[in-house]
């Protein structure tokens, strides 16, 4: 079973190799992005030394490593399941020996090492280059980090899976899963970190799955967690874990059952 | 007038070669391996305005890509090249008010809006007047009997249906030459007679030029005298179909039922000399196999009636079907 | 005089079609808003923390992203080429657009065109005017003559950038997703461009102009006279770019490859 798995991550891995289009105009737009965020809250900056508990030069930090953990959390898997539900060949999928989400996880996954190995790292090598970034050593700090941005992975695959099964009830739910992208982007802290919101915002998002996507694993390695302020932000993460697996399952079941009375 | 004239045609794609294994493929991120193909190897081509012409061979032999020259499509590597008068890709917007095309694998049509806005879209799109417009349609719609398809949008329609619009759609402007890819493509033999019955009325009533691509040789038979085939990007026959028939169908088959066993030595001493060849097919069935296209079933008859009782006998012309499937199998050495 | 028509014709058919999938419809309106809404989310809370940006009061720089969404919306209602690769390049309806007797990016342009997207005329319109009524701007009578001449330009430089963009697909046929670099580039565009590095800044201006399709000309009609040449240079660099684009497309037109080889 493992195998198969192992497997699935190595042919998505070769896939995005393929693509080396792709590839390269993803760079670009990293960089822009990261580009563009950086000068603009370096400028809200202006003279004042630090912000909400983040100095500049934190500040910086922050948006590069939200970015580059971005580009191993961020996949397609909502828009390609609903393709595959509008296209028919998701009821192939379901005669295979396999839990189809599960696989779909994993080729998220295999696209996410891809980015991580030959995009994040290089990137963020790059980055601290050009940018005066404020990055740990050699710590404990990066273990950290990695445990804390899997668990955002898992939680923002959660939540793509959810947004593409649902193309089964709402026929054409494009709008819907451009609406979730942007949603994420800004309530996950990748454009905000959430301390700048005010008050009343952060209390309601705390209760929200998508700080734990980004939020938490940049505030990781950007403040250096530790102690208890790590455990808890690994707890939060790991609790909207397993709750959106529920979510996620019950609307699969409904899905398939909807998909053998109608015949695909 | 000429309708097609080509001159050393060639068209050559670089081919992106993907290394095996993962490290093949971090190779290829960075630096990628072409090869070229010569998909179309200088071929010359004359068409005379009127000529029905059938445009044969295999898969990937050169065909599309030829067409895709033809029409404007791709620009060609190397050659000369006029249809109509013009060089296609260069004059393109001037040439294809021209010609017509039709692709039975891909549509011409919108697919989401009805048959007759389709129709008119491409009446605005190439300017044809009101008149001619409503006179050439209504004969169309008659002839190819498509009037109660007009309001349906093109996604419903069966195979056989949409071909049916798709030929009124690329004679709207009434061109000078018609490209048919595949026209009959999966359609029942009504309708495909239908279509022939038709394209054959355009020609000799407007003069219209034909080039047809096609597997089934049953619209070749039915339509072209002409016939161009193709192999590895190069011409290797192009002549009449009567021709083709002649020298490759080398000889006939003719199945005898005998009276009771005989002796294949028997047979074959009796019949020594003569370009032919036996096959036993059964205990009292034998085939002959004759090799030459002038030798008479009469003569080799004659040699045998008197000592061999013959219970039945049939006669087996090789179809053109046949015939091109050997030439595929085999290679022209002939031509 | 010709195109007009056609461009007519192709309107009436892009109405009838529409008009069966009246739900997307209303699903664009609504991300469409959403989507403006989010972005100006953003806007309010980076000024809760500051009062301006490099000299940029609030009010101004929502006036620039509202005027920054009216050349977008035009450009996105008529140069829909988002699935160009999918459509016409994989799927080859590009043979058939070769076929016929019209220029093929006028023919490209007409089939894809989205004319819904002008809704975002009227979002941009509406934050600029909230935006605008709090700043006490001096309007002259030839401003509102400016502000078109100034929004067609930006629509051209959109227009030729995302044509060259586009072009690059004629020359490969598998599949590629370069197109999303022109949305995240055009961000650029909607604050303003001094809070950039220099290098950056002479990109936007030069290279890439979107400085061009939001804050040049939105400085100039919020009377900041810094910008008022590169605001008058507008249309010219939009006529310029636009030429690149179809130079580009013509270029990779002769090298297509044709589908399915």
Redesign the interface.
């Known amino acids: 079973m493992l195998k198969m798995y192992l497997e699935v991550i190595r042919i998505r891995?070769?896939m995005m190799?393929?693509?080396?289009?792709?590839?390269y105009?993803g760079i670009?737009?990293y960089s822009?992005?990261i580009?563009?965020y950086y000068?603009?809250w370096?400028?809200?900056?202006?003279d004042?030394p630090s912000?909400?508990g983040l100095t500049a030069v934190q500040m910086a930090t922050y948006i590069a490593v939200s970015w580059m953990a971005r580009a191993f959390y961020f996949n397609n898997l909502d828009r390609e399941i609903a393709q595959e539900i509008r296209d028919g060949t998701v009821a192939i999928q379901l005669i295979r020996p396999y839990h189809y989400l599960i696989v779909k996880a994993f080729q998220g996954l295999g696209e996410g090492v891809f980015r991580l190995l030959?995009f994040s790292v290089p990137g963020m090598l790059v980055v601290s280059l050009v940018f005066p970034l404020d990055l740990p050593g050699l710590s404990w700090d990066w273990l950290k980090f990695a445990c804390s941005l899997f668990l955002g992975f898992i939680i923002n695959v959660e939540v793509n899976l959810l947004t593409g099964v649902l193309a089964f009830f709402i026929l054409?739910n494009?709008?819907?899963i451009?609406?979730k992208r942007?949603?994420v982007d800004?309530l996950s802290g990748l454009?905000?970190p959430i301390s700048?919101?005010?008050g009343w915002a952060q209390a309601v998002l705390s209760y929200l799955p998508f700080q734990a996507i980004s939020y938490l694993p940049s505030m990781v390695l950007v403040k250096g967690l530790s102690g208890d302020a790590f455990w808890h932000a690994l707890s939060v993460q790991a609790a909207w874990c397993v709750l959106l697996a529920i979510p996620v399952q019950l609307i699969w079941l409904r899905a398939r059952k909807t998909l053998i009375v109608q015949g695909g | 007038m000429r309708s097609i004239e080509a001159r050393g045609l060639t068209k050559e794609f670089k081919v992106y070669q993907s290394r095996p294994g993962l490290k093949g493929a971090f190779r290829d991120l960075l630096n990628r391996q072409y090869r070229t193909i010569r998909a179309v190897d200088a071929i010359d081509l004359t068409i005379e305005q009127g000529e029905m012409v059938a445009y044969i061979g295999e898969n990937g032999a050169g065909k599309s890509t030829t067409i895709k020259m033809l029409t404007g499509i791709l620009q060609p590597t190397a050659g000369e090249l006029k249809v109509n008068g013009f060089d296609p890709h260069r004059e393109r917007e001037k040439f294809v008010k021209t010609i017509g095309v039709v692709f039975g694998q891909r549509s011409q049509l919108w697919w989401d809006i009805a048959v007759q806005e389709s129709f008119r879209l491409l009446k605005q799109v190439y300017q044809v007047p009101d008149a001619d417009y409503k006179q050439r349609l209504d004969r169309m719609i008659e002839v190819l009997d498509i009037g109660g398809l007009l309001d349906q949008p093109v996604r419903k329609l069966s195979l056989g249906q949409r071909m049916r619009c798709e030929l009124v759609a690329a004679l709207i402007h009434q061109p000078k030459l018609l490209f048919l890819d595949e026209p009959t493509i999966g359609l029942d033999v009504l309708v495909k007679e239908n279509i022939r019955r038709f394209l054959r009325e355009i020609n000799r009533e407007f003069g219209t030029t034909v080039l047809l691509t096609t597997h089934d040789i049953s619209d070749i038979e039915a339509l072209c005298s002409r016939v161009v085939m193709l192999d590895q990007g190069k011409v290797i026959y192009d002549g009449g179909l009567q021709e083709l028939r002649r020298n490759w169908a080398k000889g006939k088959k003719v199945h005898f039922e005998l009276a009771r066993e005989v002796d294949m030595s028997e047979l074959e001493a009796r019949t020594a000399g003569m370009p032919l060849r036996w096959e036993r097919k059964g205990e009292r069935q034998v085939v002959l196999h004759l090799e030459q296209p002038d030798l008479a079933v009469s003569d080799v008859l004659a040699q045998i009636v008197q000592h061999v009782h013959i219970v039945e006998m049939q006669i087996e012309e090789v179809s053109t079907e046949e015939i091109v499937r050997k030439i595929y199998q085999e290679g022209m050495t002939l031509a | 005089m010709f195109h007009l028509r056609l461009l007519v014709e192709y309107f009436k058919q892009y109405m009838k079609t529409r008009m069966s999938y009246r739900g997307d419809f209303l699903v664009q309106f609504i991300s469409n808003f959403f989507h403006q809404g989010l972005n100006l989310v953003f806007i309010l809370v980076v000024f809760q923390h500051t009062p301006s940006l490099k000299g940029w009061s609030q009010a101004e720089v929502i006036f620039i992203y509202g005027y920054f969404l009216i050349p977008w919306a035009i450009f996105s209602s008529f140069l829909n080429l988002w699935s160009f690769n999918d459509r016409y390049i994989i799927k080859g309806e590009l043979d058939r657009v070769l076929t016929r007797p019209v220029h093929s990016l006028v023919q490209v342009i007409m089939e894809t065109m989205a004319p819904e997207s002008l809704i975002g005329v009227l979002t941009g319109g509406i934050v600029m005017g909230v935006a605008g009524w709090h700043l006490d701007l001096d309007w002259t009578w030839y401003d509102p003559l400016l502000f078109v001449v100034f929004t067609l330009g930006g629509v051209l430089i959109y227009a030729g950038i995302f044509i060259a963009l586009t072009s690059i697909s004629l020359y490969t046929d598998s599949k590629s997703d370069i197109q999303p670099i022109m949305f995240n580039i055009s961000n650029y565009g909607r604050y303003p461009t001094n809070i950039y590095h220099k290098i950056i800044q002479f990109t936007l201006t030069w290279i890439l102009p979107f400085a061009f399709v939001g804050f040049y000309p939105a400085s100039y009609l919020l009377d900041h006279g810094e910008w008022k040449i590169y605001a008058l240079l507008t249309p010219v660099v939009g006529a310029a770019y636009l030429a690149f684009g179809i130079f580009c497309w013509n270029r990779g037109i002769k090298h297509y490859r044709g589908a399915g080889n």
């Open positions: 891995f070769l190799l393929a693509y080396r289009v792709n590839y105009s670009v737009i822009i992005n580009g563009v000068f603009l370096m400028s809200i900056y202006g004042k912000l909400q030959l054409n494009e709008g819907m451009w609406a942007m949603i800004l454009t905000i700048f919101f005010p």
